[in-house]
């Protein structure tokens, strides 16, 4: 009955949802394009197979070392990644090209969900991280299809969220046939929403398991040798509110070291543009990566405008703050830049990744900073110091080979229900 009452609401809100999504088409083209697959009309769709679900380009990131592991231990099933967002459904592309089917969600109506699921008729559904949605899960348990939670993650914040429509969601809580949970702490998260105890495991997050190409590497060596011996700060995954701060800050490290590069990568492609002009505003010289420049000595900002480099441009910085944590966004992935054996500098907004932050936090390898001018001072401090620079680094990287590991038993849990 609750689930049908919230079907009617959103039903009756889908003009809404609409004009939203025309808004978001206004301010990044790439929403105008593939309206017909968020009704579950069209897409790349791989029927008999696995199919995962990673909402946007973090996820789809994460899913990746799962999903070529699966396509290489179960050659003979096709694999089809749905996301929600255009830069989502460009990382998959870029990760896998035409090796698995790809089409966006539809929205969360259960004919929708049903039409989806009568083209894709799975072996198994993955979904990644905690993106579930009432009458998607509901559609998965009528259609009898195992569905798993991968690498789950609950906040205490997004529990809390959760709890107060709980009369909603404790269902779909419950039909879970799996959830692989990242911690003790979120395991028990999970459980006060009705997942069953024996439905759980806490295996850990398979981001310790990342690991950077080889390929890759050489590209940021080559990359930053063509920099000069300079030193060289990233600022990642910025959020609005945050690049005003990043780049104060960066003035602050230019007084100290005059020869130091900012390398400031915006978490959503949409506000590239309007950063651009913030450093501008802020005087400072830029070249932009999009436009496959290369810093000189005169330029103090490199504007990471690319997707899917992230990973690359961190590999060429000597120190890594990880955005979304000077703004109440809850952070980002730290494991990234740790595995790099950076040392890593955050906001206090990190209740996102509070237990993987925590970890780095405690072995020395990630530093909390409150404002722009802490930010300076931390980031002036390490560019000077190699040795900190060295025992922060070698501490991270420590953290995330102690911790591997959560991949392999992800897996396992998932070829039991194949």
């Not at 915006?266 to 400072?284: K, Q, T």
Request: proline share 5%; charged share 20%; net charge positive.
């Amino acid at each position: 009955m609750t689930r049908t009452l919230y079907s009617i609401v959103f039903t009756l809100c889908m003009p809404l949802v609409l004009l939203r999504l025309l808004y978001r088409a206004w301010r990044a083209p790439a929403y105008a394009r593939r309206w017909s697959e968020r009704f579950a009309l069209g897409g790349d769709i791989r029927q008999g197979g696995i199919w995962v679900h990673a909402v946007s380009v973090g996820e789809s990131i994460a899913a990746a070392p799962m999903v070529r592991e699966l396509m290489r231990r179960h050659p003979q099933l096709p694999i089809t990644v749905t996301c929600m967002t255009p830069t989502g459904s460009e990382q998959i592309r870029k990760l896998f090209g035409g090796q698995v089917g790809h089409a966006y969600l539809p929205y969360d109506l259960p004919w929708l969900q049903r039409r989806l699921l009568r083209k894709l008729q799975p072996k198994v559904g993955i979904i990644m991280e905690t993106e579930l949605w009432p009458n998607l899960v509901a559609e998965c348990e009528r259609a009898k299809v195992p569905l798993v939670l991968a690498n789950a993650r609950l906040s205490e914040r997004s529990a809390k969220g959760y709890q107060r429509v709980g009369w909603l969601v404790r269902p779909m809580f419950a039909a879970l046939d799996w959830v692989a949970v990242q911690s003790q702490a979120e395991a028990l998260r999970f459980v006060s929403l009705g997942v069953s105890k024996s439905a759980l495991t806490v295996t850990g997050s398979i981001k310790f398991d990342f690991r950077p190409a080889v390929d890759l590497l050489a590209q940021a060596k080559a990359l930053r040798a063509g920099w000069g011996e300079r030193p060289v700060w990233i600022a990642a995954s910025t959020h609005a509110g945050e690049d005003e701060q990043v780049l104060r800050a960066h003035q602050n490290v230019l007084r100290e070291q005059p020869d130091a590069l900012l390398i400031l990568v915006p978490r959503h492609p949409e506000r590239f543009d309007g950063v651009a002009r913030l450093i501008s505003d802020a005087r400072l010289a830029q070249v932009r990566r999009s436009q496959g420049g290369v810093p000189t000595a005169s330029d103090q900002v490199l504007l990471g405008d690319t997707m899917g480099e992230l990973v690359m441009l961190y590999a060429c910085a000597d120190v890594a703050f990880v955005g979304g944590s000077l703004v109440a966004n809850g952070g980002h992935n730290y494991l990234e830049p740790a595995a790099l054996g950076l040392p890593v500098l955050s906001g206090p907004h990190r209740f996102n990744f509070t237990e993987i932050s925590d970890l780095l936090q405690g072995a020395g390898a990630l530093q909390l900073v409150n404002n722009d001018q802490e930010l300076a001072q931390a980031v002036s401090v390490l560019l000077q110091d190699a040795e900190q620079r060295c025992r922060a680094g070698a501490a991270g990287l420590a953290v995330v080979e102690a911790n591997q590991g959560a991949l392999e038993l992800l897996l396992q849990g998932i070829e039991r229900r194949l």
